[in-house]
């Protein structure tokens, strides 16, 4: 497989010298189209449908080139896990949307990406994983608490300064008839975006170089700091939350909050796609996950974009749909306002935001950033295998696991991952 990522690597080189003007290798000037998979991550707001925009414009200009769209198969599936049952079953598509390259890295099934053919980016390098990019990342997102301003305003409520600010809030809205947080376990992901955060504030803002260290053996799952956080996180969920989370899906858990039924909702920033086409009753706010002592930093996603497969037969039309997914400005607005995302191109691209997205945006310009923890990009990403522990982890500290012993649990999990690499 070596070999072969070396050849397409020599096939880059030669396409971008000019060698062959026409951009396209001998098999695909042939009359039958070039046929490209592209494996998408399938979400509420975010449907197959969707996808197919993108697909049918790029061959409505390319005639040449057929696109499959392929497509977890239930809400319950993290499209990682789908890619990698591709992988394991001999069907990795040509194109995936990737958010965990180190998974795929360790099993020689991504194609590196040459920083030249990605100049369109405003930062093209970024998550290099041994000086390698596997990666064009399409969109920055940031995570927090989005609230019921409206309910917050009535209760005389104000966005949190500091983590005790935070409980004392869940205090109040307790002794009312609403929920303080809505949480869903069902899917398997949505408990993990409060974890990360909460673990973003209190580890990564303290030392951003944390998860290279773990993966240096420099530190540990069960250091105290971890084990703060993720008692923060347990507190949250077992005292707070809804009590049935453990049959309520992400779905339902936008429900509970869309409705007013719960005040805060821990998630990330797509989820104002979902209030702009709602357009729920009330006003909603947001405010970054604080830490004991201050608000000042914010958890981003910057890991997720476009990968190409070591094993594709068409590596240069691959490129070619990267780069004009990123540079379509009609389709790159659109997929942007979709779910109200910051753009990751040099060049701006202006799409219609509500105000809950200008409020974020100045949030964004004015905080601290730090790095999701679950989505720590390049040598800092958890070693493979470590995120669908993680995800089980939670779930069941959600449901009132001890915190040290599953800590523990997971550093043993670090050390045969370790061996593994």
Same mark, same amino acid.
């Given at each position: 497989?070596?070999?072969?990522?070396?050849?397409?690597?020599?096939?880059?080189?030669?396409?971008?010298?000019?060698?062959?003007?026409?951009?396209?290798?001998?098999?695909?000037?042939?009359?039958?189209?070039?046929?490209?998979?592209? $494996?998408?991550?399938?979400?509420?707001?975010?449907?197959?449908?969707?996808?197919?925009?993108?697909?049918?414009?790029?061959? %409505?200009?390319?005639?040449?080139?057929?696109?499959?769209?392929?497509?977890?198969?239930?809400?319950?599936?993290? /499209?990682?896990?789908?890619?990698?049952?591709?992988?394991?079953?001999?069907?990795?598509?040509?194109?995936?949307?990737?958010?965990?390259?180190?998974?795929?890295?360790?099993?020689?099934?991504?194609?590196?990406? @040459?920083?030249?053919?990605?100049?369109?980016?405003?930062? @093209?390098?970024?998550?290099?994983?041994?000086?390698?990019?596997?990666?064009?990342?399409?969109?920055?997102?940031?995570?927090?608490?989005?609230?019921?301003?409206?309910?917050?305003?009535?209760?005389?409520?104000?966005?949190?300064? $500091?983590?005790?600010?935070?409980?004392?809030?869940?205090?109040?809205?307790?002794?009312?008839?609403?929920?303080?947080?809505?949480?869903?376990?069902?899917?398997?992901?949505?408990?993990?975006?409060?974890?990360?955060?909460?673990?973003? %504030?209190?580890?990564?803002?303290?030392?951003?170089?944390?998860?290279?260290?773990?993966?240096?053996?420099?530190?540990?799952?069960?250091?105290?700091?971890?084990?703060?956080? =993720?008692?923060?996180?347990?507190?949250?969920?077992?005292?707070?939350?809804?009590?049935?989370?453990?049959?309520? $899906?992400?779905?339902?858990?936008?429900?509970?909050?869309?409705?007013?039924?719960?005040?805060?909702?821990?998630?990330?920033?797509?989820?104002?796609?979902?209030?702009?086409?709602?357009?729920?009753?009330?006003?909603?706010?947001?405010?970054?996950?604080?830490?004991?002592?201050?608000?000042?930093?914010?958890?981003?996603? %910057?890991?997720?974009?476009?990968?190409?497969?070591?094993?594709?037969? /068409?590596?240069?039309?691959?490129?070619?749909?990267?780069?004009?997914?990123?540079?379509?400005?009609?389709?790159? $607005?659109?997929?942007?306002?979709?779910?109200?995302?910051?753009?990751?191109?040099?060049?701006?691209?202006?799409?219609? =935001?509500?105000?809950?997205?200008?409020?974020?945006?100045?949030?964004?310009?004015?905080?601290?950033?730090?790095? /999701?923890?679950?989505?720590?990009?390049?040598?800092?990403?958890?070693?493979?295998?470590?995120?669908?522990?993680?995800?089980?982890?939670?779930?069941?500290?959600?449901?009132?696991?001890?915190?040290?012993?599953?800590?523990?649990?997971?550093?043993?999990?670090?050390?045969?991952?370790?061996?593994?690499?």
């Amino acid at each position: 497989m070596k070999k072969k990522i070396l050849s397409f690597l020599c096939l880059f080189l030669i396409l971008a010298t000019g060698v062959f003007a026409s951009g396209q290798t001998e098999t695909d000037t042939v009359d039958e189209k070039a046929k490209i998979t592209f $494996s998408v991550n399938l979400t509420p707001i975010l449907p197959m449908e969707f996808w197919s925009i993108a697909a049918d414009r790029y061959m %409505a200009e390319n005639p040449d080139v057929e696109i499959e769209l392929l497509g977890q198969p239930s809400s319950n599936v993290q /499209h990682r896990d789908f890619v990698k049952t591709l992988l394991s079953t001999g069907q990795f598509p040509d194109i995936t949307v990737m958010a965990s390259p180190g998974d795929f890295v360790s099993a020689e099934a991504l194609l590196p990406l @040459p920083i030249w053919e990605l100049d369109y980016l405003e930062n @093209p390098g970024s998550g290099k994983i041994k000086g390698e990019n596997y990666v064009a990342v399409y969109k920055t997102q940031v995570g927090g608490i989005w609230y019921n301003r409206t309910v917050f305003n009535e209760l005389g409520l104000s966005e949190p300064q $500091s983590y005790q600010e935070l409980i004392d809030i869940c205090e109040t809205i307790s002794s009312t008839e609403y929920i303080p947080i809505t949480m869903g376990l069902k899917d398997g992901w949505p408990q993990l975006v409060l974890a990360s955060m909460i673990l973003s %504030a209190d580890v990564l803002t303290e030392d951003s170089d944390w998860g290279l260290k773990r993966n240096n053996n420099e530190v540990s799952f069960s250091d105290a700091n971890v084990v703060t956080a =993720m008692e923060k996180y347990k507190t949250l969920t077992t005292q707070y939350a809804n009590t049935d989370m453990s049959s309520i $899906s992400y779905s339902q858990m936008l429900e509970y909050f869309f409705t007013g039924k719960a005040l805060m909702l821990p998630m990330g920033s797509w989820v104002q796609g979902e209030e702009a086409k709602l357009n729920p009753d009330f006003e909603v706010g947001f405010f970054p996950i604080p830490s004991d002592s201050n608000a000042d930093s914010i958890s981003v996603w %910057a890991n997720e974009g476009l990968s190409i497969s070591a094993e594709t037969e /068409h590596p240069e039309i691959c490129l070619d749909f990267i780069e004009f997914f990123m540079t379509d400005k009609e389709w790159y $607005s659109q997929f942007l306002e979709t779910e109200m995302l910051f753009p990751t191109t040099k060049e701006a691209v202006e799409y219609p =935001m509500s105000d809950l997205r200008l409020e974020v945006g100045e949030k964004y310009s004015a905080l601290n950033k730090v790095e /999701h923890w679950y989505d720590m990009t390049g040598d800092a990403a958890l070693l493979p295998g470590l995120q669908s522990f993680f995800n089980k982890m939670t779930s069941r500290i959600a449901m009132g696991a001890d915190v040290k012993e599953e800590l523990k649990l997971y550093d043993q999990e670090w050390e045969l991952a370790n061996a593994q690499k």
